[in-house]
């Protein structure tokens, strides 16, 4: 660590980075001695930023010993605490965790309105990032995202694993499979994949918010403003907090915000597209309240060369096949009009292996499965559909340069501005 970070007191540290929008470079315990590589004798450790519900999942994991809980909310805090008060530290201001020198990954486990800011600053401070699904709120946090990981030479996964392990949701189909399908050229080509309750997947329409929520006194045991953070101020009310936040579009997207990586990320990777994106999106959706998610019922995404996305809300298709191309279609279940597709299937080509242990990628430097650049790509897809939702239009999408074509407002939801002082 550089001395003046080593000798700048707590006050300071934290009024200088906020200053600086909350700009800081730390160097971590394992790369002061070596190009990056931990000694395999010595454990990691791992900090939990955001102790709601989805926390529990980050509790009882074996590769990194847990050190450090964070949360806005003293209350959530002190749930995560208790009984690990001896081996743990608590905070409530993210900053002070990302400051220690002694921790080796964060696991962020808030809304996502606040993914990228903290993902970028602890790549700054040094720290490999485990972050929840969605990456991102916006496709410019994304990219940002993308960024700092290659800048700081950190490792990042999301936490969804079904494009590598176990069948991805109803499905009843594993993403490893149905990529050997595509990669033989069996369904020819383009192909159009469909997404709804009838191939397996729930779009959770129930996740919307409430229009015109009334004021209501903020909670002492709740930093509501940090709780905020770089989201637009509104004044407090239970249903933007915590589990409620889903259904409002400054923290996240409803059902298609929140679950919308864990379907569509194996779709991505089955189709091959992991460094592409649709160039035409299509919504069929009421018209929405500028605060509060509403429903919708179909989002088509085309890509360049004539592959076709649907989103289909309202399983309005009651036929539709999870996977088609011009020679044959795959079912819910891997039922298919392809003879015998199931013991053809045994002849094909295995996949690339991919690298599906977070720690190994973390003690050798190595990218993890599902990382910032994939990812994003896949976050990239809920966010297009987000805003051709909330504007209700079609809008054109350049892959390479990552703008929305021609359309000022739409842009704007691209790039959306964050209130200050945070900025990333």
Not at 7 to 31: D, M, Y
């Amino acid at each position: 660590m550089k001395k003046s970070a080593a000798v700048r007191s707590r006050r300071s540290f934290l009024k200088e980075s906020l200053a600086a929008g909350v700009a800081f470079s730390i160097v971590p315990r394992h790369v002061l001695g070596g190009p990056g590589f931990l000694p395999p004798s010595e454990q990691l450790t791992r900090a939990i930023i955001g102790c709601g519900s989805i926390s529990r999942v980050h509790l009882p994991m074996d590769y990194a010993r847990l050190i450090a809980f964070c949360d806005v909310d003293a209350t959530r805090l002190a749930t995560r605490m208790k009984g690990r008060e001896k081996e743990a530290k608590g905070y409530r201001d993210f900053r002070e965790v990302l400051a220690r020198p002694d921790i080796d990954v964060v696991h962020l486990c808030t809304p996502p309105h606040w993914h990228g800011p903290m993902a970028i600053l602890a790549a700054q401070a040094g720290k490999d990032v485990w972050c929840e699904k969605p990456m991102t709120r916006t496709i410019g946090e994304g990219k940002k995202v993308v960024e700092a990981m290659e800048r700081y030479h950190r490792v990042f996964r999301i936490n969804t694993w079904f494009r590598f392990q176990a069948n991805f949701y109803g499905s009843g189909v594993l993403a490893r499979d149905l990529r050997k399908v595509v990669e033989s050229g069996i369904l020819g080509w383009p192909l159009r994949v469909t997404v709804s309750g009838v191939t397996g997947f729930d779009w959770k329409h129930n996740w919307c918010g409430k229009p015109n929520l009334a004021p209501q006194p903020v909670p002492a045991h709740l930093d509501y403003d940090m709780w905020l953070g770089p989201a637009p101020y509104k004044p407090y009310n239970a249903d933007r907090v915590h589990g409620r936040f889903r259904g409002y579009w400054d923290y996240d997207g409803g059902g298609l915000g929140d679950m919308g990586q864990h379907f569509l990320d194996p779709i991505q990777y089955v189709m091959g597209k992991d460094g592409d994106s649709p160039v035409e999106i299509e919504a069929d959706a009421p018209l929405q309240h500028p605060d509060a998610v509403g429903t919708w019922k179909r989002v088509t995404m085309r890509y360049a060369d004539g592959c076709e996305l649907i989103l289909d809300g309202a399983n309005q298709d009651r036929e539709a096949a999870l996977l088609e191309g011009p020679r044959g279609k795959v079912f819910k279940g891997f039922r298919s009009t392809i003879p015998d597709l199931r013991h053809k299937l045994k002849s094909l080509p295995d996949p690339t292996p991919q690298a599906t242990d977070f720690g190994e990628c973390v003690r050798t430097r190595s990218k993890f499965a599902l990382n910032e650049v994939n990812g994003h790509r896949s976050c990239t897809l809920i966010n297009l559909a987000k805003i051709a939702i909330r504007l209700g239009r079609r809008i054109r999408f350049d892959p390479v340069n990552q703008v929305i074509i021609d359309d000022p407002e739409a842009m704007r939801l691209v790039d959306q501005p964050m209130r200050a002082p945070w900025q990333v």
